[in-house]
Antibody, heavy 115, light 113 residues
Framework: EVQLVESGGGLVKPGESLRLSCAAS????????MIWVRQAPGKGLEWVGR??????????DYAAPVKGRFTISRDDSKNTLYLQMNSLKTADTAVYYC??????WGQGTLVTVSS | DVVMTQSPLSLPVTLGQPASISCRSS???????????LSWFQQRPGQSPRRLIY???NRDSGVPDRFSGSGSGTDFTLKISRVEAEDVGVYYC??????????FGQGTKLEIK
C-alpha cells in the first residue's frame, strides 16, 4: 500500500525557518516525481513545487510565492522528501501535503506562521 | 500561467440526482505527446485530497463508476450520475500539462440539499 507521511509542521514566527519531511513507502520512491501542495485555512489547493527524479537531475520548480524561500529536496536512500522553508510569512500558514503527482497524498502537516 | 476556472463554486444536489462540474482552462491542455493532463480530485471534509480521474476520463482504482470525466482542449466536465451522501466535499480540477506551475481550479463545494 502506498503511504506518505508528512511531519515537521508547527508554530513559528515570521522570518523563521522550518523543514518538513515526507516519508514514503509502498512504491519505488526514486522513480517518481514528487510534489508539495498546500492549503491555507478554509481555502483551496495551491501547488508549491515539484522535484523530478535523481535520474532526471532532481530538477525543482516552485510556485512564484515561494520561489527563493523554499527548497525541495529528496533522499532516495531514505525514501524521504523534504521541504525547507525559510523567511516564512504569515501567508505561508497552511496544511502542507506531499503527493506523488496526485495519485497518493499524505495526511498533511500544519504550518502556522504567527507572531 | 494556465488559469483553471470551475463552475459552479457551490453545488447543492438532492440525493440520487446527477451533478455536473465544469472546468475551463485558459489554454489548451493537450501536451506535445498527445495526452491531456487534466485530473479531478475530491476532498471530503477533514480529509486529504483524493484523485478520482486522470487524463480527462480515466477513473482511479476504487473510484465508483458513478463518477465520470469528459472533455477536450480547454473544456472539461466531472459528472456524478447519482449523488450519494459520501460524495459531499470539495472537487478540484488540476492541470499537469503546462508547468511550472501546475494549477488547480478554485474548487466546487458539493452539498446535499
Amino acid at each position: 500500500e502506498v503511504q506518505l507521511v508528512e511531519s515537521g509542521g508547527g508554530l513559528v514566527k515570521p522570518g523563521e525557518s522550518l523543514r518538513l519531511s515526507c516519508a514514503a513507502s509502498g512504491f519505488t520512491f526514486s522513480n517518481d516525481w514528487m510534489i508539495w501542495v498546500r492549503q491555507a485555512p478554509g481555502k483551496g489547493l495551491e501547488w508549491v513545487g515539484r522535484i523530478k527524479t535523481e535520474t532526471e537531475g532532481g530538477t525543482t520548480d516552485y510556485a512564484a510565492p515561494v520561489k527563493g524561500r523554499f527548497t525541495i529536496s529528496r533522499d532516495d536512500s531514505k525514501n524521504t522528501l523534504y521541504l525547507q522553508m525559510n523567511s516564512l510569512k504569515t501567508a505561508d500558514t497552511a496544511v502542507y501535503y506531499c503527493t506523488t503527482a496526485g495519485t497518493a497524498w499524505g495526511q498533511g502537516t500544519l504550518v502556522t506562521v504567527s507572531s | 500561467d494556465v488559469v483553471m476556472t470551475q463552475s459552479p463554486l457551490s453545488l447543492p444536489v438532492t440525493l440520487g440526482q446527477p451533478a455536473s462540474i465544469s472546468c475551463r482552462s485558459s489554454q489548451s491542455l493537450v501536451y506535445s505527446d498527445g495526452n491531456t493532463y487534466l485530473s479531478w480530485f475530491q476532498q471530503r471534509p477533514g480529509q486529504s485530497p483524493r484523485r478520482l480521474i486522470y487524463k480527462v476520463s480515466n477513473r482511479d482504482s476504487g473510484v465508483p463508476d458513478r463518477f465520470s470525466g469528459s472533455g477536450s482542449g480547454t473544456d472539461f466536465t466531472l459528472k456524478i450520475s447519482r449523488v450519494e451522501a459520501e460524495d459531499v466535499g470539495v472537487y478540484y480540477c488540476m492541470q499537469f500539462t503546462h508547468w511550472p506551475p501546475y494549477t488547480f481550479g478554485q474548487g466546487t463545494k458539493l452539498e446535499i440539499k
